[in-house]
């Protein structure tokens, strides 16, 4: 496995491993991850853990060589960031390719723990061939993005059967059946995940769209709420029914409009439903989707007004 992480050029120190603001993230790691992923480490002066994983990730990192570099974020210093990535505890680190989230973990772990990860980043951004895995995950989410569900399910099975581990095959199988209405199915599958990959970002995302599947099956008629809404702008239920609506008749963006303006109205609406739901939006999408960027970059600027 370690052999992969000895086959790039080298590069300045500098260019592998940087600090990471606000303001630079989408540049320095969503854009950056186009090219060759890159692994957030959110940390904190404060936590002990972060002292030790910290430094095992910077020395793995700058032996890949330039196949993956490394972005830290102080939570204390940008909690927006923090918050839209839904980091509920330090350290956390997320790996980043093509602008989206391809794996992860939380809390301190082994070195050899370390190297893995690294490793498994290094060969999903094609660092090294990989048997082929990565090139039949492509052509899957072709596959399905064409409407050619029943293969693109035989192949994500057929990855499944070579790494019985792979996140991202478990989340596009799980897809798949999303596809064909067949919820039950899809959580089944997200249910037999591997423990050490069931909240992996691609099963977390599918678990977002099984829900908000389940919920555009009871979604009221979207004229109707809107004129509840019209009527009374601080009928919170009917906005909020007005969203599941929208998400369900596939008009996201108005949907997560509807959603911000509840939570501009009330945030403690229903234990803070909103949020809550535009999370679960969130979470369903690519990050990079300018729903998704647009969404929560309102958000938080609703958050810290």
Not at 115 to 144: H, P, S, T, Y
Not at 213 to 232: H, I, K, M, T, Y
Not at 259 to 271: I, K, T, V
């Amino acid at each position: 496995m370690m052999d992969i992480l000895s086959g790039a050029g080298a590069a300045p120190a500098d260019d592998l491993i940087k600090d990471v603001s606000e303001a630079t993230f989408m540049q320095d790691v969503v854009e950056a991850s186009m090219n060759a992923p890159v692994i957030v480490d959110f940390w904190a002066p404060w936590c002990g853990p972060c002292k030790t994983l910290g430094p095992a990730l910077e020395a793995a990192v700058t032996k890949a060589k330039g196949a993956v570099t490394m972005a830290k974020v102080n939570v204390d210093e940008n909690q927006g960031i923090a918050g839209q990535m839904r980091v509920q505890s330090i350290p956390t680190v997320y790996a980043f390719y093509q602008g989206q989230p391809i794996d992860g973990f939380q809390g301190a772990v082994a070195p050899s723990e370390i190297d893995a990860f690294v490793a498994r980043v290094v060969e999903q951004g094609g660092g090294e061939a990989d048997g082929g895995l990565g090139d039949a995950l492509e052509a899957a989410e072709q596959m399905l993005t064409e409407g050619a569900v029943a293969d693109a399910a035989q192949t994500f099975a057929a990855i499944l059967g070579e790494d019985a581990n792979n996140a991202a095959a478990f989340g596009g199988l799980a897809r798949a059946h999303v596809a064909l209405e067949d919820l039950d199915q899809a959580e089944a599958i997200l249910n037999g995940a591997p423990a050490e990959i069931s909240d992996a970002p691609e099963i977390e995302a599918v678990r977002a769209q099984i829900e908000l599947a389940r919920q555009a099956e009871n979604a009221g008629p979207v004229a109707e709420l809107r004129s509840a809404v019209d009527a009374n702008p601080d009928d919170h239920q009917a906005r909020f029914d007005l969203a599941q609506a929208l998400f369900a008749a596939g008009e996201t963006e108005e949907a997560v409009t509807e959603l911000l303006e509840l939570f501009r109205r009330d945030r403690e609406w229903n234990d803070g439903a909103a949020k809550a739901q535009l999370f679960t939006i969130f979470d369903a999408l690519k990050p990079n989707d300018p729903v998704v960027l647009n969404g929560r970059r309102k958000l938080s600027s609703l958050i810290f007004a």
